[in-house]
């Protein structure tokens, strides 16, 4: 039974799991305004409901978890994120920079290149469909990893691992996303909710104040905020900043779009 969220996020209790799905499978699972503002919410409600001990974050369908921001409303001009600023400061789908004290773990049942990878390296815990494939490609286009991947992606692999798939943009699989350690474990499509909520039952059985407690301090989570990572967003604003107003940064959505090779001119 959903209890909350709008028509692109819906949230559902599992007992003491709290579901939270992104519903726009027709955009493979793309963020827009209405997404960011429902998972940011969801995320909200669970911190302040007690009986919330686990959430769960996946996408609908099979094709993609979420294959980051949605292009199509950003070139008719849409904003992807609201204008409310305390929901903007949840970062990019009011998740990556919204630290709760709730265990999250990331069910990726395909896709998730761009900012799907950026929504898992923000989770605690992933567990990944077969089909599942991960990967910064924006360097690809002129752009930038700015949803935390570009530090995040360093942190979280082996750096000279990370470092290719940062600077090459090439996709990974989800058994590579495993060995590296991104990945907790790949199952069968079909079953990837089921081990997603078998996983948070093992977490929900154990003393809910031991367990936030013990993920603010690996995280360093203070007063729901990771002052240990204000620097990277300081340098990662003021790169994109510069970056977003190249004419690379123009001219690499065009050539996808045009379906060519991008004309870099560094600059």
């Known amino acids: 039974m959903s209890d909350a ?4 996020v819906l949230v559902e209790r ?3 799991v709290l579901l939270v799905t992104i519903n726009r499978p027709q955009a493979r699972n793309a963020v827009n305004a209405a997404v960011h503002v429902g998972i940011g919410e969801a995320l909200e ?4 409901d007690p009986d919330v001990r686990v959430i769960i974050l996946t996408g609908a369908g099979d094709k993609a978890f979420c294959a980051g921001a949605d292009l199509v409303a950003l070139s008719r001009g849409e904003a992807i994120a609201p204008a409310d600023p305390v929901q903007r400061a949840w970062g990019f789908a009011g998740f990556v920079q919204h630290p709760v004290s709730k265990p999250v773990i990331a069910a990726v049942n395909g896709f998730a290149l761009g900012g799907g990878t950026e929504l898992a390296l923000a989770s605690d815990l992933v567990i990944a469909a077969g089909t599942a494939q991960f990967g910064l490609p924006e360097v690809k286009r002129g752009i930038l990893a700015a949803a935390g991947g570009a530090f995040r992606l360093v942190q979280q692999l082996p750096a000279k ?7 090459t943009g090439e996709p990974f699989s989800a058994e590579r996303a495993a060995e590296l350690g991104l990945v907790n474990m790949v199952v069968p499509a079909e079953q990837l909710l089921d081990e997603a909520l078998a996983l948070a039952a093992r977490i929900a059985v154990n003393a809910p104040l031991s367990v936030q407690a013990s993920k603010r301090i690996a995280l360093g989570i203070i007063d729901g905020t990771r002052p240990d990572e204000d620097s990277s967003w300081a340098h990662n604003d003021s ?7 190249s004419e690379d940064a123009r001219e690499g959505p065009r050539a996808f779009a045009e379906k060519r090779a991008p004309v870099w001119k560094a600059r």
């Open 45 to 48: 409600q669970a911190e302040a």
């Open 161 to 167: 691992i990370a470092m290719e798939y940062l600077l």
């Open 5 to 8: 969220g709008n028509e692109a």
């Open 239 to 245: 790169e994109r900043r510069q970056v977003m107003q």
């Open 14 to 16: 599992r007992g003491n």
